[in-house]
């Protein structure tokens, strides 16, 4: 792979991720099962004319576009690459309860126009009149992933490309009644169920780094349904050993622990053995469960490596690292989609 | 050294047919699968007419030979179509980590979900169905049910997914990165995007009538299509069959409007110059055009200002299938390259049904009649979308 610089970040989420200089100072707690994205936070970077249209994966998606942008000082984009589990929730849900209630007669365009998948990436290409290469992935926990790797693939051709890629996901009312009824949000002190998560984050990526460059993006892998335990430290030890950084050369291991037993226990069983000296850092406890979750993990490994400072309060065991070099990040959604993205300095 | 992109196996599951040779026939014979709605439950099944399989659901999971009927529509049509594809091709071990599987959906899991919302509306209990809601759920499913493990992905570019699905896997194969792939897209009719593009008011009560001054709109269909892509390497040591090689494919944004293309094309122009570049030929080089060519006034517009623009007066022989399946969104874009595939290996140009007048801004004549003796060397294909997500692709006999 060529090497693949973030230059620029921009991210909402429960947290206050939408300030430049907040990195875990102070932390809000989810309301009962849910992290909801603050919208105070980035309500004056959007114009509220356009805004209004705009239902929130939108807003939130097309705020953190633009925040990273200007955080990179890049104007002009090669390529728009989005990932979304759920997609535009909000409109679709819209536009079927008003098919639903009114027997299928004068259903209004707007929510449906509007309920693609494809409209963030869309909604950014048209605020930017920007015609080149558009994306949207849109698999459960391998959306973000799909949209990082089909980035790396872009400057792997052209190192001089300038890419905007990001997660984005929205929870609505409807949606947790949906979660609630299938008993997947965590009832008080239940080691099952999870708590859901919103937001989106965006990443100026380059294969040239520039003078705000974060860290670089060394490698990026999907796996699906692993077995078990052992079946994904092999895939982890032949990825860590593909780009050279042995256990020991890495700094710390963001973990994607969100909090359900069953879920988790695959990572839990290699942090008490695979990872047991490796810093462990957890992060969905801060942001809920999403499937463009390792959007948010994204954010925390650049920061961290730009920074060289580690929140206490994200660290999930005793082993402290002298220096942030190489930080894995090693997610899992539902089981089901497992995923690694190993972030370097750069 | 960029590895070459050879397609070793197609299949197809439309209104014309369950399998690719069922397609031809009805594609040589001029018969259209678009037709009155009889198996979705829809109060409009006498407003409008579309391109649907008249299987149930039941009926569908028994010809892809699994035994869960539960399986959404999207992804029993999906099925089918990737098997046959992979049985095509001979693609025995679909699960080492040099394969992957890239589909693509817009309808998803809501053919399900708008059977049951209304109940849950009243009661907040069964929400089940939200674990099949999303674009992802058919993927898995499907790649369960061949066996594939590795590199799963899922696109959404609303009625050009299944084309960037083609795409994505080309890149892929070229850069090196995967040998093998699974790759193309399914969508199951919907009440969800019949009212939607009623909505719209861009259904056509009738039958539709592509690039026709006269037209009135889209007939919806539904199906699935999927093709296989090996890298030469890979073709070279199994000797199998080539049926044809994807050339060129570009991808390009109209940035214009969220649901509507741009009078100018521009997003159109710009996805059919890209693939034609990165094919290396000359735009007099392409023998037939399956256009995108939907039926609305809006789109068979600009995309033919789009085709002038590229090909000045000389437009090559061009259809819109769609005259035949129905706008099968995100399935259209494989079920045309699978078409595209068909019009090299069996040296045809593929008719465009309902057509009498041309639209006077552009005086283009799409073929009326099927030219089954054409040596068809390049094919482009063509699919646009909401949010003007444009692709192309260029098919090349081997």
């Known amino acids: ?346 | 050294m960029p590895q070459k992109v050879f397609v070793t196996g197609i299949g197809v599951i439309s209104s014309i047919g369950n399998n690719c040779s069922q397609n031809l026939q009805s594609l040589v014979n001029s018969v259209t699968g678009i037709g009155d709605i009889e198996i979705l439950e829809t109060v409009h099944r006498k407003n409008f007419k579309a391109g649907e399989l008249k299987y149930s659901n039941h009926q569908l999971a028994e010809s892809a030979g699994c035994d869960k009927s539960e399986f959404t529509r999207t992804t029993l049509l999906g099925m089918i179509a990737a098997k046959e594809a992979a049985e095509h091709s001979r693609l025995k071990d679909l699960s080492d980590s040099r394969a992957g599987f890239i589909s693509s959906t817009t309808v998803g899991g809501m053919c399900k979900t708008e059977l049951l919302y209304k109940d849950f509306l009243q009661s907040k209990t069964n929400g089940g169905f939200i674990e099949t809601h999303d674009c992802g759920d058919s993927t898995e499913c499907i790649a369960d049910f061949l066996g594939i493990k590795n590199n799963i992905t899922t696109i959404s570019t609303a009625c050009s997914s299944s084309a960037n699905a083609i795409l994505l896997g080309a890149r892929m194969i070229k850069n090196g990165m995967l040998s093998r792939m699974l790759v193309g897209g399914t969508d199951a009719l919907s009440k969800f995007t019949l009212n939607g593009f009623h909505s719209l008011q861009i259904l056509d009560a009738e039958w539709c009538k592509p690039f026709d001054e006269n037209r009135n709109g889209l007939n919806l269909g539904e199906g699935a299509a999927y093709l296989v892509l090996e890298s030469g390497e890979e073709v070279r040591r199994s000797q199998k069959k080539i049926l044809a090689e994807v050339i060129g494919y570009g991808n390009a944004n109209d940035a214009y409007h969220q649901s509507a293309s741009s009078p100018e094309g521009t997003g159109a122009y710009l996805a059919m110059k890209e693939a034609i570049q990165i094919a290396g030929i000359k735009s007099s080089q392409i023998d037939y055009i399956n256009a995108h060519g939907t039926g609305t006034a809006n789109n068979d517009l600009s995309e033919g200002v789009a085709l002038k623009k590229i090909f000045g007066e000389n437009v090559p022989p061009f259809s819109s299938t769609k005259s035949f399946t129905g706008h099968t969104l995100a399935a259209a874009g494989a079920i045309e390259a699978v078409f595209s595939i068909l019009a090299i290996t069996n040296g045809m140009v593929i008719p465009n049904l309902n057509f009498t007048k041309p639209i006077p801004e552009l005086n283009i004549f799409p073929e009326k009649n099927l030219n089954r003796s054409a040596d068809i060397k390049c094919v482009l294909s063509n699919s646009f979308g909401f949010g003007g997500n444009c692709t192309s692709l260029i098919f090349a006999k081997v």
């Open chain 1, 1 to 346: 792979m060529n090497e693949v610089y973030v230059n620029g970040l921009g991210c909402i989420s429960a947290q206050n991720t939408f300030d430049r200089n907040w990195f875990f100072a102070d932390v809000k707690k989810a309301e009962k099962n849910f992290f909801k994205a603050d919208e105070l936070s980035f309500k004056n970077s959007i114009p509220a004319n356009i805004g209004r249209r705009m239902s929130k994966i939108i807003r939130m998606g097309v705020a953190s576009a633009m925040s990273c942008m200007k955080d990179a000082g890049v104007e002009n984009i090669s390529a728009i690459v989005a990932g979304t589990g759920m997609g535009c929730f909000e409109d679709s849900e819209k536009f079927l309860r008003s098919m639903t209630e009114n027997e299928e007669k004068l259903v209004s365009p707007a929510t449906f126009i509007q309920s693609t998948h494809n409209t963030l990436a869309a909604q950014i290409a048209l605020l930017l009149k920007c015609h080149e290469y558009n994306f949207t992935y849109v698999h459960r926990g391998f959306s973000f992933e799909s949209a990082l790797q089909d980035a790396a693939l872009q400057i792997e051709d052209d190192k001089s490309k300038n890419i905007l890629v990001g997660g984005a996901d929205e929870i609505t009312p409807a949606y947790l009644d949906l979660l609630e009824s299938t008993g997947r949000l965590k009832k008080q002190n239940s080691s099952e169920g999870i708590i859901a998560g919103e937001g989106s984050a965006f990443f100026l990526l380059s294969g040239i780094k520039s003078a705000s460059c974060y860290a670089r993006v060394k490698a990026i892998k999907t796996i699906y349904k692993p077995r078990s335990p052992e079946e994904l430290q092999t895939a982890i030890y032949e990825f860590l050993s593909l780009n050279e950084v042995p256990i020991p050369g890495l700094s710390a291991v963001i973990v994607g622990l969100n909090g359900d037993a069953g879920e988790d226990s695959k990572i839990i069983s290699l942090n008490e053995t695979y990872f047991k000296n490796t810093m462990q850092l957890s992060f969905k406890n801060f942001f809920g469960e999403s499937p463009v979750t390792v959007s948010f993990a994204l954010w925390i490994a650049a920061k961290l490596i730009k920074k060289k400072q580690i929140p206490e309060i994200l660290c999930i065991n005793d082993v402290r690292s002298k220096e942030l070099k190489n930080v894995i990040i090693f997610n899992q959604y539902r089981d089901t989609n497992y995923s690694l993205v190993l972030v370097s300095e750069c």
